[in-house]
């Protein structure tokens, strides 16, 4: 056995195949567990049991946050700061600060979109032990992996390799740390 | 694609009334394997440059030196150097500027608008679409920083991004030209991230493939934009959420990016310019003359690199179809301001629109309405959308046409306003002519750039949209 054992990997040649064998792996109560795929294999998140994405949170905060600057912003600057007097209207009015804090809603909203996204998937992550592995070049080309963790509490190496060769992989493989 | 739906057990009555599958179209014809579009997609970069790139890249630069040369003459002499003169004080810069920014929203509405809707044929285009988004953006923001005249006070010292400056002031925000600082602003950070996180995974085959392949350097490069992605699932679920809300974000704001642009001219007082149909009006014509742009560039692309297996006969129908709905839009708004103008009764508005159809700038009206009224609807024909070629040949009368739409929009009104002592004739002069000529080499050379290196079309959701993708082994359930 390796000396550091990061877990078991397993091919499937479709998607039919990896969306049965994740129910199967769900089921039998793996939690430090995935799935490589080239593409985001509509279906796979029910079959994993992986819970609605949490970037929707940082969205709405960042929305809300840039809707803020911008009108305060807009007030600060047109009304207080330096109040402008223009055509004799009010300082400062919702509606004409409204396109500017609506970009600027805008703008915050997919900068915390993709924040979260990197956040959520703690990316950057160059140093992966699949990213080492010789099947991660199929794995994004036309081939689709279970990986299950050996630090999963329920991690047993034989019950594991029966596991997935009973889901139908069709090659196992261990990865190294 | 992203709908996070689980699977639900299909209704009992599905099976009484057993309805006929509905035919839909071959995404990618031929029956290709996923390992097909890959190796397809990345044997465009991992190939030698081309000839014909090394050609078409040193006309693009030679092109692009005329703009450089253009925009250092007019910062070191000024902006009389431009033919502009009372009354039209704008004229080539403002339509450049227009004309750009509308052939970026087609990208946006290709990645956006068409996955909210659902419409797989989008994943062959939207990548090299996303990116004629960002580099005509590039192109466009060149005119209102540098039409200023004084740029070193137009950027930094607080005129057009709110900095604090010397004078204390503050732009004043009651103006769409504030606004539209930060409309483009936004609408070319958030193209670049979202064209960014779409390269994400690309990006990783690639490393991975340049790794194998023994390029060390290369991998590493990719490698690093990469983010170490690995096609994780978990990652995936979040990706494919951020896919969305981006998606969801861009829509909003393509729309309100034009109509903001739109607003400069609406919210003044100029007959022929304070119309309340402006922000539909440019939306709809920015969305033509961009998927005009998209067939200019895709069609060849297509031819050069065979790619006609992804890029097939169906995608080129649904685009023709779409340039033939905005194009008959455009056409409506163009008969709804004649109709107002005489309807209103107001007799400047008359006059306004009877001088662009005869007047001195006569020339320019019928260029437009030849370019933008008549030549989409040839798209009706089936037999026209299949000849290729002539597909072409239209789109860049599209383009054309969309010119000279902000041409004649712009300079009539200015040149014959209320008082007839203020009335003047506009010429561009060389320096604007070879300016704005030059942004065509400035787009060139970037959009080179792009499909030198960059995946020009995304494998992943290509691969997401074939059959090999459906869980339930090729039935199409939605």
């Known amino acids: ?177 | 694609m992203a709908h996070a739906h689980s699977d639900h057990p299909a209704p009992a009555i599905l099976a009484e009334v057993n309805p006929a599958p509905l035919p839909r179209a071959t995404l990618v014809e031929n029956n290709r394997s996923l390992n097909w579009v890959t190796e397809k997609i990345c044997g465009i970069i991992e190939a030698p440059t081309p000839k014909w790139w090394w050609i078409a890249f040193a006309v693009s630069g030679f092109l692009a030196l005329f703009t450089i040369a253009g925009i250092a003459y007019l910062v070191a002499a000024g902006v009389g150097v431009w033919g502009h003169a009372n009354p039209v004080n704008w004229a080539w810069d403002i339509v450049n500027f227009v004309f750009w920014i509308g052939i970026g929203h087609a990208g946006t509405l290709i990645s956006a608008i068409l996955c909210l809707l659902r419409q797989k044929w989008r994943t062959s285009i939207n990548r090299a679409a996303e990116a004629m988004t960002i580099f005509a953006v590039v192109c466009a923001a060149i005119f209102p920083v540098f039409h200023v005249g004084r740029v070193w006070f137009a950027v930094l010292p607080g005129y057009l991004f709110p900095f604090p400056n010397s004078n204390a002031i503050w732009p004043q925000f009651r103006s769409p030209l504030e606004w539209d600082v930060f409309a483009v602003s936004t609408y070319g950070t958030v193209s670049v991230l979202f064209w960014y996180v779409g390269l994400i995974p690309d990006l990783a085959i690639l490393r991975d493939r340049f790794y194998k392949a023994g390029n060390k350097v290369k991998s590493f490069l990719y490698g690093i934009f990469a983010m170490g992605w690995r096609g994780s699932n978990r990652h995936w679920s979040n990706y494919e959420m951020a896919y969305l809300i981006l998606a969801g974000v861009s829509t909003p704001l393509v729309l309100s990016v034009h109509t903001i642009v739109s607003f400069d001219f609406a919210v003044s007082l100029l007959p022929g310019w304070h119309t309340t149909i402006f922000p539909p009006y440019f939306v709809a014509g920015a969305i033509f003359s961009g998927f005009g742009m998209v067939l200019t560039l895709m069609l060849p692309l297509r031819a050069i690199f065979r790619l006609e297996d992804l890029i097939t006969q169906y995608h080129i129908d649904c685009m023709c179809k779409i340039v033939l709905a905005t194009g008959t839009i455009v056409g409506y708004a163009y008969g709804m301001e004649f109709f107002i103008a005489w309807y209103g009764a107001n007799p400047y508005e008359g006059f306004a629109f009877i001088n662009r159809a005869f007047g001195h700038y006569a020339w320019a009206y019928w260029i437009m309405i030849g370019c933008n009224v008549i030549t989409p609807q040839f798209f009706w024909f089936k037999k026209v959308r299949q000849n290729i070629a002539f597909v072409w040949v239209l789109s860049i009368f599209v383009n054309v046409g969309m010119w000279f739409e902000r041409f004649v929009i712009i300079v009539t009104s200015l040149a014959r306003d209320f008082l007839p002592s203020s009335w003047g004739y506009y010429s561009p002069s060389a320096v604007e002519i070879f300016t704005f000529f030059g942004t065509f080499g400035v787009f060139g050379v970037l959009f080179l750039l792009f499909i030198r290196f960059l995946p020009i079309m995304p494998m992943a959701e290509i691969k997401a949209v074939m059959p090999q993708a459906d869980v339930h082994g090729g039935h199409d359930k939605h």
Request: hydrophobic fraction near 45%; include cysteine.
């Open chain 1, 1 to 177: 056995m390796a000396a550091s054992l990061y877990g078991l990997i397993a091919r499937f040649d479709t998607a039919p195949e990896i969306y049965h064998a994740a129910e199967q792996v769900r089921d039998a109560g793996y939690k430090n567990w995935d799935c490589i795929t080239p593409f985001p294999v509509h279906g796979l998140d029910g079959a994993m049991g992986v819970r609605r994405s949490h970037v929707p949170k940082f969205s709405l905060l960042g929305g809300i946050t840039g809707f803020i600057t911008g009108m305060s912003m807009i007030w600060f600057m047109n009304s207080v700061d330096y109040p402008l007097i223009v055509g004799g209207k009010p300082y400062f009015s919702p509606l004409f600060a409204f396109p500017v804090a609506y970009e600027l809603t805008i703008l915050f909203t997919a900068f915390a979109t993709i924040a979260g996204m990197f956040i959520m998937n703690l990316l950057p992550q160059h140093y992966h032990p699949v990213l080492k592995s010789k099947e991660i070049l199929r794995g994004l080309d036309d081939a689709f992996y279970v990986v299950i963790e050996a630090r999963d509490p329920r991690f047993d190496l034989a019950r594991a390799r029966a596991l997935l060769t009973q889901a139908g992989a069709k090659e196992i493989s261990e990865l190294e740390a």
